[in-house]
């Protein structure tokens, strides 16, 4: 199975920004789908931003034009480029990626808190 590391999480204020990073232990270009999740206190864990790999993106409408997801092949990792943050996006966020057998695979996730 697949191994996904989340990397950069941490506590920021209100307005600024953090950059999340994903390395795979498979090859980036080999999934179908990659990208992030979060889970915040007591709530389900939802989308943030999943890129396929023909490059089409989908963004939860909460984070349209503040959150960037992109993908290295050549380095085997998802990057999650977070700007103008809110209190409401504070949760832990979970790397995800589904092979051609529509296997996924998680990390174990990394926390952000922004404060107000």
């Known amino acids: 199975q697949v191994q996904l590391v989340e990397s950069g999480g941490g506590l920021v204020q209100a307005g600024g920004s953090l950059r999340l990073s994903c390395a795979t232990s498979?090859?980036?270009?080999?999934?179908?789908?990659m990208g992030w999740y979060r889970q915040a206190p007591g709530k389900q864990r939802v989308l943030v931003a999943v890129?396929?790999?023909?490059?089409?993106?989908n963004y939860a409408d909460s984070v349209k034009g503040r959150f960037t997801v992109s993908r290295d092949n050549a380095k085997n990792t998802v990057t999650l480029q977070m700007n103008s943050l809110k209190p409401e996006d504070t949760a832990v966020y979970y790397c995800?990626?589904?092979?051609?057998?529509?296997?996924?695979?998680w990390g174990k996730g990394t926390l952000v808190t922004v404060s107000s």
């Open positions: 995800y990626a589904r092979n051609s057998l529509l296997v996924d695979s």
């Open positions: 498979g090859w980036v270009s080999s999934f179908n789908r």
């Open positions: 890129i396929a790999s023909g490059a089409s993106v």
